[in-house]
Nanobody
Framework: QVQLVESGGGLVQAGGSLRLSCAASGRTFSNYVMGWFRQVPGKEREFVAAIDWNDGRSYTANSVKGRFTISRDNAKNTVYLQMNSLKPEDTAVYYC??????????????????WGQGTQVTVSS
């Protein structure tokens, strides 16, 4: 059974940093694209960043480029989202998701089959 478990969320002041983790289990993820999304109540889910587990190619949304970095640790089967220079508008529930590499579509638009339960990030001004 595939499981994606996020951790690392919390309350931080504007300008601070957090690192989110997504621990993946239940199958081999070397042929998956792993993504981070976020959602604020009443708004659509927003793509944040994604990385190809096999070759490490990544893509980051313009809204967080230069502040957020996605990475993965193959040995730990874990994907990370390092978030620096956080802003109040970054407040959201952050979700980890997995998409088979053979699916078509760009990282933000491809279909993601597996999702974690989410972790809350709150940035105070």
């Amino acid at each position: 059974q595939v499981q994606l478990v996020e951790s690392g969320g919390g309350l931080v002041q504007a300008g601070g940093s957090l690192r989110l983790s997504c621990a993946a289990s239940g199958r081999t993820f070397s042929n998956y694209v792993m993504g981070w999304f976020r959602q604020v109540p009443g708004k659509e889910r927003e793509f944040v960043a994604a990385i190809d587990w096999n070759d490490g190619r990544s893509y980051t949304a313009n809204s967080v480029k230069g502040r957020f970095t996605i990475s993965r640790d193959n040995a730990k089967n874990t994907v990370y989202l390092q978030m620096n220079s956080l802003k109040p508008e970054d407040t959201a529930v952050y979700y980890c998701a997995a998409s088979p590499s053979y699916y078509s579509g760009s990282y933000p638009r491809r279909r993601y089959d597996y999702w974690g339960q989410g972790t809350q990030v709150t940035v105070s001004s």
